[in-house]
């Protein structure tokens, strides 16, 4: 069973927001690659088919295939884990979470399910309404 990763996208507003990040930094590096400190020591169950679950202003929203994890140190000999995502971006049933440094790991039993496969009627809203209506309880 493979294992996922969640962690907060510091500064995004929207998923559009870190759509438009992605589309720059392929633009520049020809790769989507994010960088924490910490390599995750189940590494194997993670790139068996592992995301990267992105949490966007309290709210775990979207979603990223993992393609690989490298080691490596920084400039100033620190280690580093350059975590390698694939470009696209699913989006999730959007769940709340509360804050946390770094990243976590995530099982696939918890995982929110993607919003194609959620076939609610309000799969077809903008993630921003239904993260309100999620807030206020309406959904």
Not at 49 to 65: A, E, T
Not at 87 to 116: E, H, I, K, M, T
Request: aromatic content about 4%; overall charge neutral.
């Amino acid at each position: 069973m493979s294992l996922n990763l969640i962690k907060l996208c510091v500064g995004a507003e929207s998923i559009a927001d870190l759509e438009e990040w992605i589309a720059l930094r392929l633009r520049l590096a020809g790769e989507q690659i994010h960088t924490t400190r910490m390599m995750p020591k189940n590494r194997e169950a993670i790139l068996g088919g592992g995301s990267l679950y992105w949490v966007i202003k309290g709210i775990v929203s979207c979603r990223q295939r993992i393609t690989d994890l490298r080691a490596r140190r920084d400039e100033d000999g620190i280690s580093r884990c350059d975590i390698v995502l694939d470009p696209a971006v699913v989006a999730v049933d959007p769940r709340p979470r509360g804050p946390f440094q770094g990243w976590r790991y995530l099982s696939a039993a918890d995982a929110p399910p993607d919003l194609a496969k959620v076939g609610s009627a309000d799969a077809d809203l903008p993630i921003e309404l239904q993260r309100e209506l999620r807030t206020i309880g309406l959904v």
